[in-house]
């Protein structure tokens, strides 16, 4: 299972970031993906998550009407798109999937916003 992050960096306040997750080496469409992020001198939290058909989400109270999950099954990929970004999202996001009683993180995404 690998899952790899991309789509980070520095933005300003308000403006838009998207992430990905490519997730090969499993089958992606049967489970659940979320993103996570962690501050510095922060527990990482759950961001967003989307069902395995992309039929359900779930936000973090935070992010709610500013970031979207979704995900491209045929592509074995989930996207966050970020918007009006404020200083406080500033964070590394990570990828995760759990498989059974395995959790799987990918490496993470470092995301600054800042003028």
């Known amino acids: 299972v690998q899952l790899v992050e991309s789509g980070g960096g520095l933005v300003q306040p308000g403006g838009p970031l998207r992430l990905s997750c490519a997730a090969p080496?499993?089958?992606?469409?049967?489970?659940?993906m979320n993103w996570y992020r962690q501050a510095p001198g922060k527990v990482r939290g759950l961001v967003a998550a989307?069902?395995?058909?992309?039929?359900?989400?779930n936000y973090a109270g935070s992010v709610k009407g500013r970031f979207t999950i979704s995900r491209d099954n045929a592509r074995n990929t989930v996207y966050l798109q970020m918007n009006t970004l404020k200083p406080e999202d500033t964070a590394v996001y990570y990828c995760?999937?759990?498989?059974?009683?395995?959790?799987?993180w990918g490496q993470g995404t470092q995301v600054t916003v800042s003028s």
């Open positions: 995760y999937v759990r498989i059974g009683t395995d959790n799987y």
């Open positions: 080496g499993f089958t992606f469409s049967r489970y659940t």
């Open positions: 989307i069902t395995s058909d992309g039929g359900g989400t």
